[in-house]
């Protein structure tokens, strides 16, 4: 059976994500892995108040990211994909070309935000990091268009 690592940040691009994990599931009788990976927050020492509610923050995150996971896996069943989810906690780079590894993913299926170069130069990019690294085929499905791009189309 053919595993299909799907790493979901529930953003808007996350539902195409999960629709081309489908879809290459029952093309290759495979099965979906969801992923979503917290990242800590990086705290410095100007902000020591706030580390008190580090760990607050950081299990209600937690919850929240189990609860829409949850909602996900269940879409999945309900397409009759055979689907399981997995919460982990680190960078999300390392952590999915991880995960990959010790799954022995056969595709990583991720979604593009749509940024621009200059903001990826800047910020980052997580799929494009996994993309440079990844030991299999990567699919990046695009996020849905904004609305002005969509009325000029």
Not at 59 to 77: C, D, M, T, V, W
Not at 79 to 96: D, K, M
């Amino acid at each position: 059976m053919k595993t299909i690592l799907a790493p979901v940040d529930f953003s808007a691009a996350s539902e195409a994500v999960l629709t081309q994990a489908i879809a290459l599931a029952r093309a290759l009788g495979g099965r979906v892995v969801l992923l979503t990976v917290i990242q800590p927050p990086a705290i410095t020492s100007e902000y020591a108040a706030l580390m008190e509610n580090l760990s607050e923050v950081m299990a209600a995150g937690e919850r929240n990211a189990a609860r829409r996971l949850a909602e996900l896996e269940s879409r999945a069943r309900t397409a009759q994909v055979p689907v399981e989810s997995v919460q982990l906690n680190g960078p999300p780079i390392r952590t999915i070309l991880d995960q990959a590894t010790q799954l022995g993913a056969d595709y990583i299926v991720m979604g593009s935000h749509g940024h621009t170069a200059l903001y990826d130069l800047l910020v980052g990019s997580t799929t494009h990091g996994v993309l440079l690294r990844a030991a299999c085929p990567v699919i990046i499905t695009p996020g849905p268009k904004p609305a002005k791009a969509a009325r000029a189309a």
